[in-house]
């Protein structure tokens, strides 16, 4: 089983509306959670990265939240815009270990 | 002034055959990746190399080869090619092992026919 599950799989929004996106991890202990953007045909750019002892990070119009007691993430977009069509990707790195941990990551399309 | 760059972009190329995917960084970083993106979009650390010392290697055939011949450069050679190694395989660069920002090259698109 995977140890970095996101949700939804995939969400359609209009222009201009906010969304949520979910990364629920299993990885303990955890040193870092970050979140990627990875457009179409392209390698993932990185959004945020949080430690175990941030709540919040944000870049411009994403805001990446943490609670790592229930080992929770949420990554919301406001105001989107089409060039916000995407995959997102959670990741989370171990603590003392190299090897990171990937979702699947949640798909976005933004329609005018 | 691409910060990581891959060769090829894409790659179809038919079962048997020997192919190699070459990853440039310009960051001056020490440590640089390999990942296998499946059909299914997760993204699967393969090998690992910090100061030419490779650090991190998974549990890949051994028809797959990384070579690293300066800290700029991972390259990955692929022997024998098999239908399943078809999928998208990236190259990323960190400042250190210890650093949480990788920065990932476009990709290499291998397709096996």
């Known amino acids: 089983k995977n140890q970095v599950e996101q949700s939804p799989q995939s969400l359609i929004i209009l222009e201009g509306k906010n969304c949520t996106l979910q990364c629920n991890y299993t990885v303990s202990p955890f040193s870092n959670l970050r979140w990627y953007k990875q457009d179409t045909g392209r390698g993932p750019v990185s959004l945020t990265i949080m430690t175990f002892s941030e709540n919040t990070k944000s870049n411009g119009r994403y805001t990446a939240t943490l609670d790592a007691d229930t080992k929770q993430s949420s990554l919301h977009i406001t105001a989107s815009q089409l060039s916000d069509s995407a995959s997102y990707i959670c990741v989370v790195s171990p603590y003392n270990d190299y090897k990171l941990s990937f979702g699947a990551g949640t798909t976005v399309t933004v329609r005018a | 002034d691409t910060a990581v760059s891959q060769t090829p972009k894409y790659l179809v190329t038919q079962m048997g055959n020997d192919k190699s995917i070459k990853c440039e960084q310009n960051?001056?970083?020490?440590?640089m990746y390999w990942y296998k993106q499946d059909s299914k979009k997760f993204l699967k650390i393969m090998f690992s190399y910090n100061n030419k010392e490779l650090i991190i290697n998974e549990t890949v055939p051994n028809r797959f080869s990384p070579k690293s011949p300066d800290k700029a450069h991972l390259n990955l050679h692929i022997n024998s090619l098999e239908l399943g190694d078809s999928a998208v395989y990236f190259c990323?660069?960190?400042?250190?092992?210890?650093?949480?920002?990788?920065?990932f090259g476009p990709g290499t698109r291998l397709t096996v026919t």
């Open positions: 960051l001056g970083h020490d440590t």
């Open positions: 990323a660069s960190s400042p250190s092992i210890t650093s949480y920002e990788q920065y």
